[in-house]
């Protein structure tokens, strides 16, 4: 493939992502993934009327894994990096939250600053690996999580020891200060996290940064041929990736209110992949789509153990055979058969 044929391709993809259309009155065109998202955010508050505690705990879980997923689907999904440390960044951005809730600030401003530490300290981590071959790197992502995990366990000062540390009820700045804690506030949050996430990730694809990287996963040679610094492209990608996951990770400790170390090793990596694979890969509509589903497999099959990974394996041995481009990929491909017309 030529160098500006490679651009164009990935210029196409971007567009095909961000811009899908439908035909209105008028010649208007409606941004489908826009609208879905519009949607998506109604039907959310709509939730928040209706659901009792326990849904709109699992609601809220929703949301976290669909930011989680939002921001490891920038390295992973768009810039073809093989990242594995996508739980050590989660468990980062839980453990700056809440020790920083447990000394009284503000539930906003702990949430930012484990957004924060997580993209400088994935900045400093990509700065030094991103050179490394893609399976070394997924290699040391996996001896972070081990490293991290090993000081959680070790040092209870940081993490708590083997039992973690409780999170006591935040404070919230939107609430005038007020302490809550209510299922209802929670899942607001959480909802408010993903519509923000949403918003910045849809506007961050379209970018030339956001063209960039996939160029840089289709190949790296062209992506130099064509004057993208390719090692900086990866580490601006995992850093933001990462603030993103530190974010879920951030409110993830206050909706489940304790650190526990054995919570960002490999199950809850293992998990983000599926939802990735399972909404489907690159797409931000489809990260949101896979992490509503299988979070509600997972919650509400917790009384029948083992089913819910028996779904799991029918749903990912599906959708690799027959919807390689996961959930959103086959919604995508139905929508434009109907608007060109084909039955």
């Known amino acids: 493939m030529s160098d500006r044929a490679s651009l164009d391709s990935a210029q196409s993809e971007a567009q ?28 959310g508050l ?30 992973l999904g768009w810039t073809g990096m093989l990242v594995f440390s996508g739980s050590a960044f989660f468990g980062v951005g839980a ?74 009820t935040p404070t919230l700045a939107v609430l005038g200060g007020a302490a809550s804690k209510t299922p209802t506030t929670l899942y607001l949050v959480g909802l408010a996290l993903l519509a923000l996430t949403y918003i910045a990730v849809r506007r961050l694809e379209t970018t030339p940064l956001g063209r960039g990287w996939r160029v840089v996963r289709q190949s790296a040679s062209t992506a130099e041929a064509l004057g993208i610094n390719v090692w900086r492209s990866k580490v601006i990608s995992f850093a933001i990736s990462m603030a993103f996951v530190a974010v879920a990770g951030a409110w993830h400790v206050v909706v489940t209110a304790r650190f526990l170390p054995e919570s960002y090793m490999f199950t809850d990596l293992l998990f983000m992949f599926l939802i990735l694979i399972v909404g489907g890969l690159g797409s931000i509509n489809g990260m949101v789509l896979g992490a ?32 390689s481009q996961g959930i959103y990929g086959a919604v995508r491909r139905k929508l434009r058969s109907l608007r060109e017309g084909v039955v």
Do not use: K
């Open 95 to 168: 453990l700056v939250s809440g020790r920083l809730i447990n000394t009284g600030l503000p539930a906003e401003l702990s949430i930012l600053a484990a957004g924060v530490v997580g993209l400088v300290t994935a900045a400093l981590y990509g700065a030094i690996t991103v050179r490394l071959n893609r399976y070394y790197f997924a290699v040391t992502g996996i001896a972070i999580m081990a490293i991290l995990h090993f000081v959680y366990q070790t040092f209870p000062a940081i993490g708590g020891g083997y039992s973690g540390f409780t999170v006591e």
């Open 16 to 43: 095909d992502n961000a811009d899908a259309t439908a035909p209105t009155t008028g010649g208007r065109r409606i941004r489908i993934p826009s609208l879905l998202g519009l949607v998506g955010l109604v039907v």
């Open 292 to 323: 509503a589903f299988l979070v509600g497999v997972r919650e509400y099959l917790r009384g029948f153990p083992g089913l819910s990974e028996l779904i799991y394996g029918v749903v990912l041995l599906a959708v690799v055979l027959f919807f």
């Open 46 to 75: 709509v939730f928040a009327l209706f659901a009792d505690g326990y849904q709109l705990f699992v609601l809220s879980l929703m949301c976290i894994f669909g930011v989680a997923a939002i921001g490891l689907n920038i390295s």
